[in-house]
């Protein structure tokens, strides 16, 4: 096993010889160094979120309630009292264990679960590390965008799902009437509370899906303006098969919030849409023939004196010194 010291010793170098590169080449080698690197780190600070989350499952941070009592929330509303079961000389409201370590488990999974969220800037941010150096300015700059629009709208469908669980839980649990009482254990109630997060957060980015293939020129407005009912028809398909819950409250409040977004997405792309169009006029696109040249307007504003073809030379070669990986030896 190697000496941390060399391990550091290793990173350093490797840093030197980066810092010395320009044009931020690596050797395959290098490469495969530097992804060990950041895979460790990552699993080191998801590591760490797991532990801050274990302690935060039974310790209130101040005015923040801890994270079993955020979990069991939903559960413990006062709506659903009538259809709890209350032990004799039980007090207050809480899961049913079955199992020897079914609380350990629950523990840990959520504590995990909930490091992994908090720190995820930091751990996302060593993956972003990695792939960067071989990017343009430009497309970093629409991955910093798409990211940050996907990391929102991730937890704004989990607000919405942790909103309508309850609602979803007491509808769920009253369909047996007074025939049935109801003592949930702790793994199905976690299990069924993290699957409706993570169902409503993912779905959330569908929109964001849309805006990026219009982006990109896949679809257009108008293909999606003449499909807009068929796709609100699907959205609320998709609802009701994705909710775990089956109940009509949380499929309702998917599709309807889907909707929403899935129309503002729409409307994005017939502002980019318009825009492009009108761009297209102004540089003369829309006159020309097949066959005819495009007019690329050129102008050496940066060259400070250059030839022009120089500078078209060396931009035209400027894909190929995006990966240039040197022998693995």
Request: net charge neutral; glycine share 8%; charged share 20%.
């Amino acid at each position: 096993m190697a000496s941390p010291f060399r391990w550091f010793a290793e990173r350093r170098e490797r840093g030197k010889r980066r810092r010395g590169n320009p044009d931020g080449t690596m050797s395959l080698k290098d490469h495969l160094y530097e992804l060990r690197h950041r895979l460790a780190m990552a699993m080191l600070i998801i590591t760490i979120g797991a532990i801050f989350g274990w302690v935060w499952f039974a310790v209130k941070l101040g005015p923040i309630p801890s994270l079993g009592e955020i979990m069991t929330d939903p559960y413990c509303q006062p709506d659903l009292a009538p259809y709890r079961v209350q032990f004799p000389g039980e007090q207050g409201c809480r899961l049913l264990q079955t199992e020897p370590f079914e609380s350990f488990m629950i523990r840990l999974q959520v504590g995990a679960a909930a490091g992994a969220v908090l720190l995820s800037p930091f751990w996302l941010y060593q993956f972003w590390a990695f792939i960067t150096p071989g990017l343009y300015q430009k497309e970093r700059k629409f991955a910093r965008t798409f990211v940050s629009f996907a990391a929102i709208l991730f937890a704004a469908g989990a607000v919405l799902a942790y909103w309508v669980v309850p609602q979803g839980l007491q509808v769920l649990i009253s369909f047996g009437g007074d025939q049935f009482i109801t003592a949930l254990t702790g793994g199905k109630y976690v299990s069924f509370i993290i699957t409706m997060l993570f169902i409503f957060g993912v779905s959330f980015e569908l929109p964001l899906v849309v805006v990026m293939l219009n982006r990109a020129g896949v679809v257009s407005y108008e293909l999606l303006a003449k499909w807009r009912r068929g796709l609100l028809m699907g959205l609320f398909v998709f609802a009701a098969i994705a909710t775990p819950g089956t109940d009509p409250i949380s499929m309702v409040a998917l599709a309807l919030a889907l909707s929403l977004l899935f129309e503002m997405a729409i409307q994005l792309a017939r502002i980019h849409d318009k825009r492009k169009a009108k761009q297209r006029v102004d540089e003369g696109w829309d006159s020309l023939d097949d066959d005819e040249a495009a007019p690329f307007n050129y102008t050496p504003s940066d060259d400070e004196g250059n030839d022009p073809g120089e500078k078209a030379q060396e931009n035209a070669s400027e894909p190929a010194k995006r990966v240039n990986y040197d022998d693995a030896t």
